[in-house]
């Protein structure tokens, strides 16, 4: 005797909530595209640049390697020839390290764009198996957060990704890193100078300003590198070159040359003639060295010869 076993069909409200579900995927699938589509063509960006790297270092360090072994000595030849050969060898070794370097650098930025695409591909695949209400909010509330990148908001932006969960889907760093080429590629086309005018021609006077000196703690009032913004613009420049040696009044902070002499106090300070004959026509003939409080004779001091 044969039984038949009735399996249970899906309700026609199950199906069509699940129809529906699909439906509803499908249509954010083809909307949300670009989604995937950026960090997907970052990565094969980021491969393209990494194997074209390897190619270019590659083919340095095989040629490298038959310059060593062709090099004379590289057989068992003579002493110079051999330490011809141990040039060679030293920088192959050097340049393999920094291949090794270059390589692991690679290796990583395509880590983190493979996390950002499974990130964005787990984030589409919810559309189908989700809650519609919880999708339909985060979807809403990335579309915001788009928004706010694309109209410069950045700190609002990055607050409401925070709190909604979803910062994984956005990267602050790309869009700056966007910002930075469009300026580069816009002064480029109208033949513009990247840093603004002012800044190059204070930087030109701020050479030849800065010296070890200014970065002191003693560095006086009266220097612009005193200045918080003035040590910033002068962070990238050189320190200035003085072949001549300049003395500087501490008390009037004027040059001291063959017409302002430089005077010697018995302690050893130096300070010019003119700042020393006012103090001496204000006190009787007496000077006082400002650093120390030392008193003395106006013709105590002892004039130094500047060479």
């Known amino acids: 005797m044969e039984m038949a076993i009735d399996t249970p069909s899906p309700s026609p409200s199950a199906s069509s909530a699940a129809a529906g579900r699909q439906t509803r995927a499908a249509e954010s699938v083809r909307l949300e595209h670009q989604l995937l589509r950026v960090p997907l063509e970052a990565l094969k960006s980021t ?12 083919a340095a360090v095989l040629s490298s390697a038959s310059a060593a072994a062709a090099a004379p000595g590289g057989g ?39 996390q950002r695409c499974r990130a964005r591909l787990n984030r589409l695949a919810s559309a189908s198996s989700g809650d519609d ?28 990704a925070e709190t909604s969960g979803i910062q994984v889907l956005f990267e602050q760093n790309q869009w700056d890193s966007l910002v930075d080429q469009f300026k580069q590629e816009f002064c480029k086309l109208y033949g513009m100078t990247l840093e603004p005018l002012l800044n190059i021609y204070m930087q030109a006077g701020l050479t030849a300003l800065k010296t070890p000196f200014c970065f002191d703690g003693n560095c006086p009032k009266e220097d ?53 004959d006012e103090m001496a026509k204000k006190n009787g003939g007496k000077v006082t060295c400002p650093r120390t409080g030392d008193v003395c004779n106006y013709t105590d001091l002892v004039k130094a010869y500047i060479s």
């Open 76 to 114: 068992g030849g003579g002493g110079s020839g051999e330490a011809a050969a141990v040039d060679h060898l030293t920088s192959l070794v050097s340049r393999l390290h920094g291949l090794k370097r270059k390589m692991e650098e690679g290796v990583r930025a395509e880590e983190l764009q493979v």
């Open 224 to 276: 612009p590198l005193s200045l918080p913004g003035f040590r910033k613009l002068a962070e990238p420049l050189p320190f200035s070159k003085q072949h001549h040696s300049k003395l500087v009044c501490y008390i009037t902070k004027e040059l001291m040359d063959t017409e302002n002499p430089p005077l010697v106090f018995p302690n050893g300070y130096v300070y010019s003639t003119k700042a020393l």
């Open 47 to 58: 491969v393209r640049t990494n194997h074209r790297l390897a190619e270019k270092e590659i």
């Open 133 to 160: 209400a919880e999708w339909e909010e985060l979807r809403l509330k990335r579309i915001l957060v788009d928004y706010m990148l694309r109209m410069s908001y950045y700190d609002t932006a990055a607050k409401l």
